[in-house]
């Protein structure tokens, strides 16, 4: 059984920064697909970045260049370093888990039903 567990997160002024972080068990790991999502109130969950097993990224356009994904598959954790927060970023984010029990992720997703992993979620508040 996959247990994706976050920490961090909070609340914050626009322009502050956070860092989500998400720890899972499971010995493969290093070789799936890994992502942050996000859903505003009233809002459908969208894909905010994703990284292959190889360490290539994507982003969403709103986003570029102020968030960055990582991982440390050593420790089975996901990171999300977020950078000059807008009140916009307010949300719930959650981080996923690709993990399809064969293969090797080498294209990010940020695909909502690509995923069938989900971390419990955590509350990103940012005022202006």
């Known amino acids: 059984q996959v247990q994706l567990v976050q920490s961090g997160g909070g609340s914050v002024q626009a322009g502050g920064s956070l860092r989500l972080s998400c720890a899972a068990s499971g010995s493969t790991y290093s070789r799936v697909c890994l992502g942050w ?14 990284i292959a097993s190889n360490g290539v ?25 977020m950078n000059s927060l807008k009140p916009e970023d307010t949300a719930m984010y959650y981080c996923a888990a690709r993990m399809l029990g064969y293969g090797l992720c080498l294209v ?21």
Do not use: C, H
């Open 37 to 50: 999502f996000r859903q505003g109130p009233g809002m459908e969950r969208e894909g905010v970045a994703g």
């Open 57 to 81: 990224t994507r982003y969403a356009d709103s986003v570029k260049g102020r968030f960055t994904i990582s991982r440390d598959n050593a420790k089975n954790t996901l990171y999300l370093e």
């Open 108 to 128: 990010p997703r940020m695909n909502v039903d690509q995923y069938n992993y989900w971390g419990q979620g955590t509350q990103v508040s940012v005022s202006s």
